[in-house]
Every structure is written in structure tokens, then in C-alpha cells.
């Protein structure tokens, strides 16, 4: 079974940064990509950024390029997001997933198995 735990939410200015982590337990699979979600209240759940557990592969949704930086810490198990230059969209949850596949370049809601709890970030103006 595998576990995840997302922590380093919180409250920001707009401007700011934040850095998100989620702490990976449990048998994972042999191979498997790991990604952020955000949702915003009343909306769906949307990917933001994936990355391969093998490393090298990493996708962005368009509104985040350029200033999230999705990473990998094998040693560690645990998954990064590193935000800057936060837009001030009030208060959002982002959630870290697993999805026990190969890499194929795209963030699926139903392929990803694995959820964590989420953790709140507010990007005020």
C-alpha cells in the first residue's frame, strides 16, 4: 500500500514562493509517475506538473511553465514543488498522486492510483 503525505502549504503573498513537499510510504511499484494537483474550491481537479520516477521526464501545465519546478528526491522519497512567482487565486489545494505506469507524457486524473491528503495554499493580494 502506498502512503503520501503533502506538507509546506500555507499562506503567501502574491509575488511570493512556496515550496510544497509530499513524502512518499509504502511498496511502490516498479515503475510509477508522481504529480501535483491543484483544486480550486468548487472546481475539478486539475494536473499541474508530473514526473517520471526514473527521472529526465517532466511535464508542466501551460499556466505554470516557467515558474513551478516539479522534482524528485529518490533518496529521500519524497516529491517537490517548487512555486514562484505565486498569482494571488485566493485559497487552493494541491494534492501529490501516483500513478503506477510508464511515462507517457500526459496527466490524467484517472490513471493516477494514489492520493495524499493535500495541503492548502493561499496566495493573497
Known amino acids: 500500500q502506498v502512503r503520501l503525505v503533502e506538507s509546506g502549504g500555507g499562506s503567501v503573498e502574491s509575488g511570493g514562493s512556496q515550496i510544497l513537499s509530499c513524502e512518499v510510504y509504502g511498496n511502490m511499484p516498479t515503475r510509477f509517475c508522481l504529480a501535483w494537483f491543484r483544486q480550486d474550491v468548487g472546481k475539478e481537479r486539475e494536473g499541474v506538473a508530473e514526473?517520471?520516477?526514473?527521472?529526465?521526464?517532466?511535464y508542466y501545465h501551460q499556466s505554470v511553465k516557467g515558474r513551478f519546478t516539479i522534482s524528485l528526491d529518490n533518496a529521500r522519497n519524497t516529491l517537490y514543488l517548487q512555486m514562484k512567482s505565486l498569482k494571488p487565486e485566493g485559497t487552493v489545494m494541491y494534492y501529490c498522486a501516483v500513478n503506477p505506469a510508464l511515462w507517457s507524457g500526459l496527466i490524467r486524473l484517472p490513471d493516477f492510483r494514489y492520493w495524499g491528503q493535500g495541503t492548502q495554499v493561499t496566495v493573497t493580494s
Open positions: 514526473i517520471y520516477h526514473g527521472g529526465g521526464n517532466t
